[in-house]
């Protein structure tokens, strides 16, 4: 029995070791074999071995109880009875830091893959926050671009704007000259009916002179 719990001793402080001191890949992989022992029948294997180690140690503590009671009242203990306790005190020194160390395992790998885990939400979370950040990188390039398309379109809008200033007063202008021309052009027009009327009155005034001439020279 001894030699078999110190073997289990042993083992167990090489886990810790191993999930205490990171020596490349070895934690990653103690990490993955007590997972493994995690999976199907591992849990009720590991309470079954847990139990069978306290039986041991409350056997043997209970032991050195009837040992140290039956010294006491024959006032001698043989030396088988020395032997004996302390076999039964190497046995509960044993099968309790078997069960100490049992219960450090349990909780580093616990808290270990509760850290991985925290890792990996952290890992996440950075991945997640850089995506981000080149998100907003990428809106403010495109503010940047729709603000200077922006500013084109207003410089655009208001070279339009006085070109349609121009394009109204050239217009009125225009409108003014034809006004002025259309007044012209009637001006004309009352212009050449009085000459019209005049060359009437003339050619009547040339005719009654003709026929004067005509009737004084008869």
């Known amino acids: 029995m001894i030699p078999l ?7 167990e402080v090489l886990v810790v070791l191993l ?5 490349g890949p070895l934690r990653e992989l103690t990490i993955r074999g007590l997972d493994q022992l995690e999976i199907g029948k591992g ?8 139990c069978t180690m306290l039986l041991i140690f409350l056997s ?3 032991s050195i109880l009837k040992i140290q009671n039956r010294g006491i009242k024959t006032g001698t203990t043989t030396p088988m009875d020395q032997v004996l306790w302390r076999t039964r005190l190497l046995e509960v020194s044993l099968t309790g830091y ?3 160390l049992g219960f450090v395992i349990v909780r580093l790998h616990h808290y270990l893959r509760k850290l991985t885990g925290c890792r990996l939400a952290v890992g996440a979370s950075k991945l997640h926050a850089k995506k981000l950040q080149e998100e907003c990188l990428l809106l403010k390039e495109k503010e940047e ?3 200077q398309e922006t500013k084109t379109l207003k410089e655009e809008i208001l070279q339009l704007s006085e070109q349609i200033k121009k394009l109204k007063l050239e217009s009125e202008e225009k409108k003014k000259q034809l006004q002025s021309a259309e007044a012209n052009v009637l001006a004309l027009q009352k212009q050449s009916q009085d000459l019209l009327l005049e060359y009437d009155r003339l050619l009547e005034d040339n005719q009654a002179l003709q026929t004067q001439m005509l009737s ?3």
């Open 60 to 62: 043997s503590f209970i």
């Open 145 to 147: 671009k729709v603000s």
């Open 43 to 50: 849990p009720a294997t590991l309470k079954t071995l847990a």
């Open 216 to 218: 004084f020279k008869m």
């Open 98 to 100: 078997s069960l100490f």
């Open 5 to 11: 719990l110190f073997l289990v001793l042993i083992v």
């Open 19 to 23: 999930l205490t001191i990171k020596i």
